[in-house]
């Protein structure tokens, strides 16, 4: 474990803690057609709430990835719980272990901006098939940040830079994406109700007071930090 936000999520076992949360997932993916015989890949997948819901909502092959070790365990006992067949990978999605277009479908759900952005979108372009698609939802400043709260952003999450819209699709299409759409979503990053848990035993008490300090950071900046959601693809 390397990131101290992540862990708090993982030692919680919060499911959709996305921006928007499970409820834009839902939302997005009434939308999307994802066919039966597609092989799907989630980025990042956490406790495998996304994946679970794309794997019975579709039928489709669903791959899920993770770098939490204790996500992955978590993931994996909601797929035993479930009787679903997902494959689990404990992996760096910076350095996937995936051959060359092996996905029709990429789904990443706030995990981009916890990596080297850009290293990270060659690999999903690298994974991806050639006419594939992909949807991520990732933190956006919804204008240039002070050195303060960018700072805070730094200590609270590891992230070393929060993209603006224009910079995110900038970056997607330096990487190869050359058909990037913004999907029309609610712009700001507020705080969605929580519903799916699986708290671990113990849980160090400094991830308590980090999780009140990430809900007030919410609370007193969700003006200033929002979230995009994208619709790649390389064709």
Same mark, same amino acid.
């Given at each position: 474990?390397?990131? *101290? ?34 092989? #799907? ?15 019975? !909502?579709?039928?489709?092959? #669903? ?23 997902? !494959? ?6 910076? !350095? ?46 919804? *204008? ?16 070393? *830079? ?11 299409? *330096? ?61």
């Amino acid at each position: 474990m390397m990131n *101290q936000y992540l862990d708090l999520l993982a030692y919680f076992g919060i499911g959709g803690a996305h921006p928007g949360g499970f409820a834009l997932t839902q939302s997005i993916f009434e939308k999307e057609k994802i066919e039966p015989h597609f092989s #799907v890949l989630d980025m990042g997948c956490g406790t495998g709430q996304t994946a679970s819901y794309l794997t019975e !909502k579709f039928g489709c092959s #669903v791959t899920a990835i993770d770098i939490n070790s204790m996500m992955v365990e978590k993931a994996k006992k909601r797929f035993v719980n479930e009787g679903l067949n997902i !494959k689990t990978v404990l992996g760096d999605v910076q !350095k996937m272990k995936f051959a060359d277009e092996t996905f029709d479908f990429v789904l990443s759900e706030s995990v981009i901006s916890f990596t080297n952005i850009p290293e990270t979108l060659k690999e999903l372009v690298r994974v991806l098939k050639r006419e594939g698609s992909m949807i991520i939802i990732e933190m956006t400043a919804e *204008q240039p940040l002070s050195n303060e709260v960018r700072e805070k952003i730094l200590e609270l999450y590891g992230v070393n *830079q929060v993209l603006t819209e224009e910079e995110w699709i900038t970056c997607l299409r *330096q990487a190869g994406f050359t058909n990037v759409k913004e999907i029309l979503t609610p712009p700001f990053l507020l705080p969605s109700e929580i519903d799916d848990i699986d708290e671990s035993e113990k849980i160090p008490i400094h991830f308590y007071n980090l999780w009140d300090e990430h809900n007030d950071f919410v609370e007193k900046n969700n003006h200033l930090v929002g979230y995009r959601a994208f619709k790649c693809s390389l064709a």
